[in-house]
C-alpha cells in the first residue's frame, strides 16, 4: 500500500470500503473512464496551445544554464545548480504563453474551448449547473463534492478547485470535451501560481487572511488601533504589539484589525506568518525575501544579506502607506528587520510574549473574554434563539471554557453542528471531561476538556485524519499530505478535513485548497498518536508520506531541468506517483513546489535519515534548477549537504563532486557564507580530480573564485578564474564549452572591475570566438543569447578603454537580441550600458535611452535605478543652455 510503484495513483473513492488514494490504480470504467476522458481532452487543449511556442521556449530555457556578468563580479555571475539569476526572465517571458487562461497583451483571454473567458470558474460552473437542471445538493451526490465546497466555489471563495475535482463535475454535468476543457481552463485561472517575471507581485502571496465574520469583543483595543491608523503625526508609532497566553485570539484581532484599517493604507497590506513557535521559526532574512517579492523586487535584485536586504525593504516601504501583518513572531530578532522604520506605514505584530524590547510601539494585552463577551461569541456562532432559550447554561459554558476564545469557538462549532442539541447537555459534557482531566496541567486545562470531547466525537475517519495531520511539516496542509498520512482517499481525506473545519478544530483556506492547526491543537492531536498509533504505525505513516512527496517533488522539479528529455514542458513527467494529479506545466510544478515547501524538504530528510541515498540524489539533482528561482532559500544549503553526503555514503565521487558545487554555490548565494563556500568549492574541487571530471573541477575553480571575490581577495579569484577556463578548453562536451563562456564572461567583468579592461577584453573576445565557432547540439537561438551577453561585456570593456564609439555597435547589438528575446532582466542593465555611451558620445539618443533603461530598472526594483538617475542628472548639467 505504500504507492512506490511507477504510475500508481488510483483514485479511491467511498467511506465504506476506502482504499488509499495512492494505491495500485483500477480499471477506467464508469465513473473513471469519464474522468480519463477529460483529462485527455484538457491535455489535449492545453499542448493545442504550447505546440506553436514550446520549441522557441525550450530553446530560450536551455539558455538560462549561462552564467553572465551583467554588471559586476559576485557570484551571481557563476551559475548556481543552474545558472545565473537571469534566467528567471527567460524561462516566463520569452515566448509568449504556455497556458490556456493567461490573458493577452490586450487584457482578455480565452479557455480551452477557444472561446473568450467571460465567465471566472463560479460563474461558469453556476451556469452549467443550472444548465443541467440541477441543485447543489443533486450535484454534490452525483459528483462526489460536498455541497459546502460546491457553494464555495460558485461564490468565488474557492476560485481554483483541482482538477480531479473538476473532473469529477464535468462528468456528473455531461460536459462534452471542449466544455471540459473550458471549465478546466477556468479553474486554472484561478488556481495559486507563482509570482514569475519581475514586475510588481501583486501582494506575492502575502495578502491578508479572510477576516472572521463573527468576531465580537475588543471593542476598545480595536478602537485604539483605529485611532493610530488616522493618527498622520510624526510621532505616531509605527508598531503595534498584539501580545497575549495562546487561544486568546491574537490572530483573529490583528487579522480583523487590519481590514479594518485597510483603507487608511491604500499602498498595500501585508501579511507574514513567522511561526514563531515552530521548531524552525522564520528567519529575518528569509521573510525580507518574501516581503521584497512582494513589494515587486525580482529575486535577482533580492540583496544576499539580511542587513542589506532590510535596508531595501525599508527605502521601498518608508514613503508608502503600507499595513503589515506579522503574525506569531518569536522575539525582538526576529521582528526587528522587518519593520518599516519611519514613515507613514503600520505594522502590526503579534506575540505570546511581550516584545519589550521593542522601543516606540502601541502595546494591546488580550485578556482573557468577559463571560458576558463569552457568550455574545456563542451568540454569534449558534444563533441568539438557542442561547435565550439556555441562558444559564450558555453563561455556565463560558466558565467551563475559562472565557478562551478558541475554547468558547470550538464549542460553538459543535454546537453549530448539532442543531438540535441542547447546551446543557453539551455543559455537563464538558463539565465532567474537566474532571477526567484534572490531572493535566493547568495551562491548558481550559482548551483540553473542548478539545477531547470534540475529538472523541468525531467519526473514526476523522480522528486518524486529525491526529495523524499533526505530523506534518510545516504550517498549513494538503488534502494530499493530510490523506497519505492518514491512509485515506482524497476524496475521503477532503470529507475529513470539512467535517473538522466545521467542527472548528482546523481552520481552511478555500482559495488554497489548505488546511491548518492552531498550534494547541497540534500539541493536543500529537499527543494521541503516541497514545492511539504508537511508533510503529507513526513511522509507517512518515514513510509513506515522505516516499511520495519526494517523488512527486522531484517530477515537478524537472520540469525546470532544460537538459532533461523525459516529457514535454506541459504534460506530468511519468514518475510522479499520481499522474492524475500532477502539476501539468511550469507555473503549476512552481506553485506546488514552493506550497509543498515543508513536506518535501521533511520528505528529503527522512530519506537521508533511513538511508535512502539514491532517492535524496535524485530529488536534489531534479531540484537543482529550480533551485536558482529561489536563491532566498535558505533550505538550500540543507538540501545540498544532505545529498552531497549521501554521494559520499554512496561512495560515488563524481556525484560528490557535482553536490558540492551546488552546495558551494548555496553557502555564497543563499547563506551569504563565503568561507564555507570556499571550503566546500575545494572539496569538490578534489573530489573532481579524483575521479578525472574536467567538468565538474571547471565548475568548482569558478565557484571557489566567488567565494573568494566576496572575500575581497580579488587577484586570488582572477587565478581560479583563469585556471577554470583553462581546464574547460579541452574538453570536447557541450556542457564545457557553455561552462567556458560563463567563466570567460565572469572573469572579463572582474578584470574590467579590477581596472584591467585591456585583459577584459581579451577574455570576453575569446568568449565571441566560441559563440562565433558554435556549440554542437546546442541551437543557434541559445548560442546568440550567449553571444549578447559577450557582445555586451566588449562594448563595457571598450567603454572602459574610452573608446565611445567602437563600444556602441556591440551593445546595440545585445541590446537588440535581448529586446527580441524579452528579457528585461538583461534588457535594462544593456539599455544603461548603452546610454552611458551615448551619452559620452554627446550623441542625440542618449536622454531617450537613459529615460528607458530607467523605466526598465524601475519596473525590475534594480538598484542601478540610481545609476540612470545620476547618468540623466549629469546630462542635464552638461546640456548646452538655451
Known amino acids: 500500500m505504500s504507492g512506490e510503484g511507477p504510475g500508481r495513483g488510483g483514485l479511491g473513492r467511498g467511506r465504506a470500503g476506502r482504499v488509499p488514494w495512492f494505491s495500485s490504480p483500477r480499471p477506467a470504467v464508469g465513473r473513471a473512464a469519464g474522468r480519463a476522458r477529460g483529462r485527455t481532452a484538457a491535455r489535449a487543449s492545453r499542448a493545442a496551445v504550447c505546440t506553436r511556442t514550446r520549441h ?25 545548480p543552474c545558472g545565473s539569476t537571469g534566467r528567471n526572465a527567460v524561462r516566463h517571458t520569452s515566448a509568449g504563453r504556455s497556458h490556456p487562461g493567461e490573458p493577452d497583451d490586450q487584457g482578455t483571454s480565452t479557455v480551452g474551448d477557444g472561446t473568450p473567458r467571460t465567465e471566472d470558474f463560479g460563474q461558469r460552473l453556476r451556469r452549467l449547473r443550472t444548465r443541467a437542471g440541477l441543485s447543489q445538493e443533486a450535484l454534490s451526490h452525483t459528483a462526489g463534492v460536498s455541497v459546502r465546497a460546491l457553494a464555495d466555489m460558485e461564490r468565488g471563495r474557492t476560485r481554483g478547485p ?160 503600507i499595513l503589515l501583518l506579522l503574525d506569531n513572531a518569536v ?25 519589550a524590547g521593542l522601543a516606540s510601539v502601541h502595546r494591546t494585552d488580550l485578556a482573557l473574554l468577559r463571560r458576558e463577551e463569552a457568550v455574545e461569541l456563542l451568540t454569534r456562532i449558534i444563533g441568539p434563539e438557542r442561547v435565550r432559550a439556555e441562558a444559564q447554561a450558555a453563561r455556565d459554558l463560558a466558565d467551563l471554557c475559562g472565557q478562551l476564545p478558541l475554547a468558547v469557538r470550538i464549542a460553538g462549532q459543535r454546537l453549530l453542528s448539532r442543531p438540535h442539541e441542547r447546551l446543557s447537555k453539551l455543559v455537563a459534557r464538558l463539565a465532567a471531561e474537566g474532571r477526567r482531566l484534572d490531572g493535566l496541567q493547568a495551562g491548558s486545562l481550559r482548551v483540553r476538556a473542548a478539545f477531547a470531547l470534540s475529538y472523541r466525537q468525531l467519526l473514526p475517519d476523522s480522528r486518524t485524519f486529525l491526529r495523524r495531520a499533526a505530523l506534518s511539516a510545516g504550517p498549513d496542509f494538503s488534502p494530499e499530505t493530510g490523506a497519505l498520512l492518514a491512509g485515506l482517499s482524497y476524496d ?24 491548518r492547526f492552531h498550534d494547541l491543537l497540534r500539541l493536543y492531536a500529537a499527543e494521541q498518536v503516541a497514545l492511539e498509533d504508537g511508533p510503529e504505525l507513526r513511522d509507517a505513516a512518515l514513510d509513506r508520506t515522505a516516499r511520495w512527496m519526494l517523488r512527486r517533488a522531484t517530477a ?95 561512495g ?20 551569504y557564507d563565503p568561507h564555507n563556500a570556499l571550503t566546500t568549492a575545494d572539496a569538490a574541487l578534489a573530489a573532481a580530480r579524483d575521479c578525472g571530471d574536467g567538468l565538474q573541477e571547471g565548475w568548482a575553480l569558478g565557484y571557489g573564485a566567488g567565494a573568494l571575490h566576496r572575500q575581497g581577495l580579488v587577484p586570488q579569484a582572477q587565478a581560479r578564474l583563469r585556471a577554470g577556463a583553462d581546464c574547460l578548453a579541452p574538453q570536447d562536451s557541450a556542457q564545457a564549452r557553455l561552462a567556458e ?102 550623441h542625440p539618443d542618449a536622454r531617450s535611452t537613459l529615460l528607458a533603461a530607467r523605466d526598465d530598472l524601475t519596473d525590475l526594483r534594480s538598484p542601478r535605478r540610481a545609476e540612470a538617475d545620476a547618468a540623466l542628472s549629469a546630462l542635464e548639467e552638461t546640456a548646452p543652455t538655451r
Open 492 to 515: 475521503d481525506a477532503v470529507a475529513c478535513a470539512e467535517e473538522l473545519t466545521d467542527a472548528g478544530l482546523l481552520q481552511s483556506d478555500p482559495t488554497a485548497e489548505r488546511y
Open 741 to 842: 563562456l560563463t567563466i570567460l564572461n565572469s572573469l572579463g567583468t572582474l578584470l574590467r572591475q579590477a581596472g584591467q579592461p585591456v585583459e577584459a577584453l581579451e577574455a570576453h573576445r575569446r568568449s565571441e570566438r566560441i559563440c562565433r565557432a558554435g556549440v554542437p547540439g546546442r541551437t543557434d537561438e541559445l548560442i546568440a543569447l550567449y553571444h549578447a551577453v559577450a557582445r555586451q561585456q566588449i562594448g563595457n570593456d571598450l567603454a572602459a578603454l574610452e573608446r565611445w564609439a567602437e563600444a556602441e555597435p556591440p551593445l546595440r547589438q545585445a541590446l537588440s537580441a535581448f529586446d527580441t528575446a524579452q528579457m528585461p532582466a538583461w534588457a535594462g542593465p544593456a539599455r544603461l550600458d548603452l546610454g552611458h555611451v551615448l551619452s559620452a558620445l554627446g
Open 331 to 355: 522575539d525582538e530578532a526576529q521582528v526587528g528587520p522587518l519593520l518599516p522604520g519611519t514613515g507613514p506605514a503600520l505594522a502590526i505584530v503579534t506575540s505570546r510574549h511581550s516584545l
Open 652 to 671: 560515488s565521487r563524481r556525484d560528490e563532486a557535482i553536490h558540492l558545487n551546488y552546495l558551494a554555490w548555496s553557502y555564497n548565494m543563499c547563506a
Open 56 to 80: 522557441d521556449r525550450h530553446a530560450l530555457g536551455r539558455a538560462t544554464r549561462c552564467s553572465v556578468a551583467c554588471v559586476e563580479f559576485t557570484t551571481r555571475d557563476l551559475p548556481g
Open 162 to 321: 483541482q482538477r480531479r475535482t473538476v473532473r469529477m463535475l464535468a462528468e456528473a454535468l455531461g460536459l462534452d470535451d471542449a466544455e471540459a476543457a473550458g471549465l478546466e481552463s477556468s479553474a486554472a485561472v484561478g488556481r495559486p501560481r507563482p509570482r514569475t517575471g519581475n514586475g510588481p507581485a501583486a501582494n506575492g502571496g502575502l495578502a491578508l487572511p479572510r477576516d472572521i465574520q463573527d468576531f465580537t469583543a475588543r471593542g476598545q483595543a480595536l478602537a485604539r488601533l483605529l485611532e493610530l491608523a488616522r493618527d498622520t503625526g510624526p510621532h505616531r508609532p509605527a508598531v503595534a504589539v498584539v501580545a497575549g497566553q495562546p487561544g486568546l485570539g491574537k490572530t483573529a484581532f490583528a487579522v480583523h484589525a487590519a481590514h479594518r484599517l485597510a483603507p487608511h493604507f491604500p499602498d498595500g497590506q501585508f501579511a507574514l506568518d513567522l511561526h514563531g513557535m515552530d521548531p524552525e521559526p522564520t528567519t529575518p532574512r528569509d521573510a525580507l525575501a518574501r516581503l521584497l517579492g512582494a513589494m515587486g523586487v525580482a529575486d535577482a535584485a533580492i540583496p544576499a544579506g539580511t542587513d542589506d536586504r532590510a535596508g531595501l525593504w525599508r527605502s521601498l516601504a518608508g514613503d508608502r502607506r
Open 556 to 650: 515537478a522539479a524537472l520540469h525546470f531541468d532544460v537538459e532533461h528529455e523525459g516529457s514535454p514542458p506541459d504534460g506530468a513527467y511519468a514518475g510522479d506517483p499520481d499522474p492524475d494529479s500532477a502539476p501539468v506545466g511550469r507555473e503549476e510544478a512552481r506553485a506546488w513546489l514552493e506550497s509543498e515547501r515543508a513536506q518535501w524538504l521533511a520528505a528529503l530528510r527522512r530519506a537521508h535519515d533511513t538511508r535512502r541515498h539514491q532517492q535524496v540524489l535524485d530529488a536534489a539533482q531534479a531540484m537543482h534548477w529550480f533551485s536558482d528561482l529561489n536563491q532566498h532559500w535558505e533550505q538550500w544549503v540543507e538540501v545540498f549537504q544532505r545529498s552531497a553526503d549521501s554521494a559520499r555514503l554512496l
